[in-house]
């Protein structure tokens, strides 16, 4: 059974192009959750999906982030026109149902570095 | 003051020595409380949960104080493997998701 897949693990973009950040949830699991980690800081909430829902995006930036879990395929976590602040690394979990608390398996991250 | 506070580090230990360290949070009405282990350019993986009777796993050891609001950890005979940076978390009570994490407590163990 793999685990949470994302993809690329590693993400080079200049300032203004795009930039799409795949993730694959662990077989059986429906619920998705972005988080973002600046360098030397924890980790920040951003997105919780779950099959084509946005079930809470709170910690997202209002303005060119924005994401999706479609019914087929894997969740997208999309930033558009990036700018040298959105430089991270990039986290995703999955859950098999509403997490609790230890439930929610990582991801090997994409880290993002906006040149 | 932030929710969720850690001493950044690092901790220069010695292999085999004991090292311990806290972690204060700021809402009194947090539920429930973790420690993950972050190796560098990794993932967040869970080490322990934190309960209210302070809970032991080996060498690891997590106490709660709820008066105080902080949370410890507690590494016994260290090893050259512990060298990792030591995330809090802290699940206030209003979501079952949004977890709050500090910063890491870096800790390096030297041979």
């Known amino acids: 059974n793999a685990g949470v897949m994302q993809n690329p693990r590693h993400l080079v973009r200049r300032r203004g192009q795009e930039a799409r950040l795949r993730c694959s949830p662990m077989k059986g699991h429906s619920h998705v959750y972005w988080y973002r980690q600046l360098p030397e800081e924890g980790l920040k909430f951003m997105v919780y999906?779950?099959?084509?829902?946005?079930?809470?995006e709170s910690g997202m930036p209002k303005e060119r982030f924005s994401a999706e879990f479609p019914k087929e395929g894997p969740s997208i976590l999309r930033i558009q026109q990036v700018v040298r602040g959105d430089s991270a690394a990039y986290f995703c979990?999955?859950?098999?149902?509403?997490?609790?608390?230890?439930?929610?398996?990582f991801g090997p991250g994409t880290r993002l570095t906006v040149t | 003051r932030k929710e969720v506070e850690q001493d950044p580090g690092p901790f220069n230990v010695p292999e085999g020595a004991t090292v311990a360290f806290n972690c204060t949070y700021s809402n009194s009405a947090s539920q429930s409380f973790f420690w993950y282990r972050q190796d560098c350019r990794k993932e967040p993986k869970l080490l322990m949960s934190v309960y209210s009777s302070g809970n032991e796993d080996g060498r690891f050891t997590a106490q709660l104080n709820r008066a105080s609001q902080y949370i410890s950890l507690l590494i016994r005979d260290s090893k050259l493997s512990d060298s990792a940076t030591y995330l809090c978390v802290v699940n206030p009570m209003d979501s079952n998701y949004q977890l709050i994490w500090g910063a890491g407590t870096k800790l390096i163990i030297k041979p």
């Open positions: 979990a999955s859950s098999p149902r509403l997490a609790g608390d230890n439930e929610q398996y």
């Open positions: 999906l779950q099959k084509e829902n946005i079930i809470d």
